[in-house]
């Protein structure tokens, strides 16, 4: 029987705290449509697109857990840290500080798709 290596745990850890992180983002979206909207506005990101970031967060998590094409998952994962980036920018620019949720998301994103690429060649 296979050994699971300590690799391997932190790998899941961290790509599940990713999922938890990206599809909380997208229940807000989904559910406070109005009060996002009015986040986006201030710190001036165009409104129209937190219903399609929210669907694109969602099929995120999935083409990351689903894995089946390397091509997609790699999109998700590129996806996730440009919006973990421009989301950190805009709250820093905003005067909300620095180290906010989407700050860690850079380096729980990151931590994910490292030590995928370490697990999976092992």
């Known amino acids: 029987m296979k050994q699971t290596s300590l690799k391997t745990i932190i790998y899941w850890i961290v790509t599940i705290l990713v999922c938890v992180l990206f599809l909380y983002s997208a229940q807000m979206y989904f559910l406070k449509t109005e009060m996002v909207e009015g986040f986006f506005k201030l710190l001036s990101y165009p409104s129209y697109v937190v219903i399609p970031l929210a669907i694109l967060k969602v099929l995120g998590v999935i083409m990351i857990l689903w894995r089946k094409s390397t091509w997609l998952t790699e ?11 421009l989301a950190t920018a805009a709250h820093y620019n905003a005067g909300h500080g620095l180290l906010g949720l989407s700050f860690y998301g850079i380096f729980l994103v990151l931590g994910s798709y490292f030590l995928g690429k370490i697990v999976r060649n092992e």
């Open 75 to 85: 999109w998700a994962y590129a996806g996730f840290f440009f919006d973990a980036i």
